[in-house]
């Protein structure tokens, strides 16, 4: 096990991963953060699924920076006809999300399964679940790590804009 890293050192490190980032063409896009309980505004809990029940505003947006993997798509047969999923990635820096003020969760993450992700596509906006999220960048085999990396979905059933906009 390394040693611990020193303020300068973190700095560093950190600064490397925005540079990475940004040279690798991010783009400006919405986090929506979930929040159990936000302040100042009402709203329940699903029991079952575990989502915002209709009506209620659980996910507080954040404008951050992050570098976005293009989907890709996929036709599942149902029922019903076709179901298309997009399945793609994401990567956030650390640092950058703590610039941001994203809260972090009780496992100390500020990136969580569940949270969506908005960006701008093709001219309009793309909206994105968040299935997968994965600390990576770990320096010098120490505690301190410099981004996520987060697997990032969308069906035609269950879009991600319904969550944020109340469970409707």
């Not at 505004?41 to 575990?50: A, M, P």
């Not at 999300?97 to 969580?112: S, Y």
């Not at 309009?124 to 997968?132: A, G, H, Q, V």
Request: proline share 4%; charged share 25%; hydrophobic share 35%.
């Amino acid at each position: 096990m390394g040693t611990l890293l020193g303020g300068s050192e973190k700095n560093l490190f950190d600064s490397f991963t925005t540079e990475v980032l940004t040279l690798a063409g991010v783009e400006d896009c919405t986090l929506w953060h979930f929040v159990a309980k936000p302040d100042g505004v009402s709203g329940t809990i699903d029991c079952l699924y575990g989502e915002p029940a209709p009506g209620s505003k659980h996910y507080v947006p954040y404008k951050i920076k992050g570098f976005f993997e293009e989907y890709t798509q996929t036709a599942n047969p149902t029922d019903h006809g076709l179901e298309y999923v997009y399945d793609g990635r994401m990567w956030f820096g650390r640092k950058v999300l703590e610039l941001a003020k994203v809260p972090e969760d009780f496992h100390g993450d500020r990136v969580q399964v569940g949270n969506i992700v908005q960006i701008f596509r093709r001219g309009r906006y793309i909206y994105l679940e968040i299935k997968n999220a994965e600390r990576k960048g770990w320096i010098n085999d120490s505690q301190e790590f410099t981004q996520y990396v987060c697997d990032v979905i969308r069906t035609d059933t269950f879009t991600p804009e319904r969550k944020i906009a109340g469970g409707t």
